[in-house]
């Protein structure tokens, strides 16, 4: 009979049946969500609310009129309800889903509101975190940069172990006077605007005191003007670190037109030198000049003298330059014979001084000591 009845199911009963429980399905999800939704509506309510609606629905119900629902509150009887009105108890209308479901939206509205507030109060808190730490970076870099440039560079270049711990130390106590000098100018403006806070505070509270409170229409128009505000302070601090990558960059560039100028400045006074030198060097080429032309001209002058001479000179006869040949070599022989006896001449002279000077000393004779001794030239 079982095997029948499965062959009886056709393809559309099949179908059928899917269909059906797919609808059950949604069915089955939107009471559900329903069901989420009564059960948050409940929780949000306070019990002793709850147990007043309970009974006004009882009472409501069980058609008990004001007397009756005296007697119920004066004598805490508990209602006797028939399974009808029991029934139609636990059953709610239409006009009452409505109204929970209103509520529900309401407060579901009020939390993504909420939600909203705080979500935006975190995207603030993280914006501010991520420009404080950009402007911490760039500070970074330009101290960086800045070190770099008075200390690590002059280190690398000098050498000095010594001198260039004096210059880390000094660099680094300017650094810290720097940082002393803005803690204290922020903590002035700190000061500053904590009492501008309080006059706030002392105008509100005043306000407050004559009646002059702020009402729900003053906070939403205070919500927007502060939003405003807020997108005017982020396109100033956009616009500010822009200035500020902007500046880092002319520093960058000033700073190599700096290197520049002094590297060119360099190269224009070995220029100056060298122009310097080469000046002295042609004006001593130009005396030299000066001096090689007067040498030229005195030497043209002694070659066409010596060309005038070359002219006029006329070959001597062979017999008359051997004469005059043999007659040069008597004469210096005899030159050289009078030097030698002059040299001998010379010697004996200085023998017979001493001679003199020992027989005056030994005689005592002040005036014999006096007198040069001479001695004729044989």
């Not at 209308?93 to 939600?115: G, H």
Request: glycine share 4%; proline share 2%.
């Amino acid at each position: 009979m079982a095997v029948a009845l499965v062959e009886v199911v056709t393809e559309d009963d099949k179908r059928t049946l899917i269909e059906l429980g797919e609808d059950l399905r949604r069915y089955n999800a939107v009471l559900r969500a329903e069901t989420d939704m009564y059960e948050r509506y409940i929780s949000r309510l306070d019990p002793r609310d709850l147990i007043s609606h309970l009974v006004e629905g009882n009472l409501a119900i069980g058609g008990v009129g004001p007397a009756s629902q005296m007697e119920v509150a004066g004598r805490g009887r508990k209602l006797k309800m028939r399974p009808q009105a029991l029934e139609r108890l636990q059953r709610l209308t239409l006009e009452q889903k409505c109204d929970i479901a209103q509520r529900e939206l309401d407060e579901t509205r009020e939390d993504l509101e909420k939600l909203k507030d705080s979500s935006e109060r975190v995207l603030q808190n993280y914006k501010a975190a991520h420009e404080e730490a950009d402007i911490r970076l760039a500070e970074v870099k330009k101290a960086s940069y800045e070190f770099d440039r008075e200390v690590a560079k002059v280190l690398r270049e000098k050498r000095g172990i010594m001198m260039g711990a004096e210059k880390v130390i000094r660099y680094i106590e300017d650094r810290m006077r720097t940082k002393d000098t803005l803690v204290e100018k922020l903590r002035l403006k700190n000061a500053a605007l904590q009492v501008q806070k309080r006059k706030l505070l002392l105008q509100l509270h005043q306000k407050e005191e004559m009646g002059e409170a702020l009402h729900e229409v003053d906070f939403q128009q205070l919500k927007i003007e502060n939003s405003q505000y807020l997108e005017r302070i982020d396109d100033r601090n956009q616009d500010l670190l822009r200035l500020k990558l902007l500046a880092g960059n002319t520093l960058q560039v000033l700073n190599s037109y700096k290197k520049k100028l002094q590297n060119m400045t360099c190269e224009s006074r070995l220029l100056s030198s060298d122009i310097t030198s080469r000046k002295e060097m042609l004006m001593k080429i130009e005396e030299e000049t000066l001096q090689a032309e007067e040498e030229r001209s005195k030497a043209e002058t002694l070659n066409k003298r010596l060309r005038g001479q070359l002219a006029d000179y006329r070959v001597p006869h062979v017999r008359q330059y051997i004469m005059a040949k043999a007659s040069h070599g008597q004469l210096e022989s005899s030159v050289r014979a009078w030097e030698r006896k002059v040299e001998i001449s010379e010697m004996a002279l200085k023998t017979h001084t001493k001679t003199w000077n020992k027989r005056a000393a030994a005689t005592g004779d002040q005036d014999l000591e006096d007198i040069p001794g001479q001695l004729p030239i044989q």
